[in-house]
T-cell receptor, first 113, second 111 residues
């Protein structure tokens, strides 16, 4: 089983460029999440989707948009990339909320110059 | 702001020794989870302890939870070089979907 698959694995953008990070899960999970990980700061929640058709802001949503395309797929879009968005981005999924264990992809390493 | 704070930030031990990591949090929780992250990989769920539980075991892992002190500890017994990783605590606030992670403890186990 693939679990949670993220593409691309690496990306370099220039300031102002846009891009979409893709995420797909094959575990039939209801909920999906986007986190960013910066050195010394752990993971911070950007957006989440509790179920298909819903999305909500997390701790650090500014500069990002998301789309829950269907139950399997949850994408993260940077409309105008900034150097402050240089980070490692992780997608995760879970059966539901209430602290259900999260299953993570292996991340997308994004550099904005 | 971080809900969970791990201590120590980094820990280096010899293979066979026990490793203890601590996590403190700020607000009431429904449950607390521990995750492991190997270098360059995503996080892997290790164990979940609910707010009405005080101790839980899984293989070589032992987790304790003290809700009065708002703290948890993760003990890895008889550590192995393969345990080298970063360990994160994560808390579920108000039973919703916002699982909040601490900054992690980097564990290095020397063979």
């Amino acid at each position: 089983n693939a679990g949670v698959t993220q593409t691309p694995k690496f990306q370099v953008l220039k300031t102002g460029q846009s891009m979409t990070l893709q995420c797909a899960q094959d575990m039939n999970h209801n909920s999906m999440y986007w986190y960013r990980q910066d050195p010394g700061m752990g993971l911070r929640l950007i957006y989440y989707s509790a179920s298909e058709g819903t999305t909500d802001k997390g701790e650090v949503p500014n500069g990002y948009n998301v789309s829950r395309l269907n139950k399997r797929e949850f994408s993260l879009r940077l409309e105008s990339a900034a150097p402050s968005q240089t980070s490692v981005y992780f997608c995760a999924s879970s059966e539901g909320g209430g602290g259900s264990p999260l299953h993570f992809g292996n991340g997308t390493r994004l550099t904005v110059t | 702001s971080q809900q969970g704070e791990e201590d120590p930030q980094a820990l280096s031990i010899q293979e066979g020794e026990n490793a203890t990591m601590n996590c403190s949090y700020k607000t009431s929780i429904n449950n607390l989870q521990w995750y492991r992250q190997n270098s360059g990989r995503g996080l892997v769920h290790l164990i979940l302890i609910r707010s009405n539980e005080r101790e839980k075991h899984s293989g070589r892992l032992r987790v304790t939870l003290d809700t009065s002190k708002k703290s948890s500890s993760l003990l890895i017994t008889a550590s192995r070089a393969a345990d080298t990783a970063s360990y994160f605590c994560a808390t579920d606030v108000s039973g919703g979907f916002k699982t909040i992670f601490g900054a992690g403890t980097r564990l290095f186990v020397k063979a």
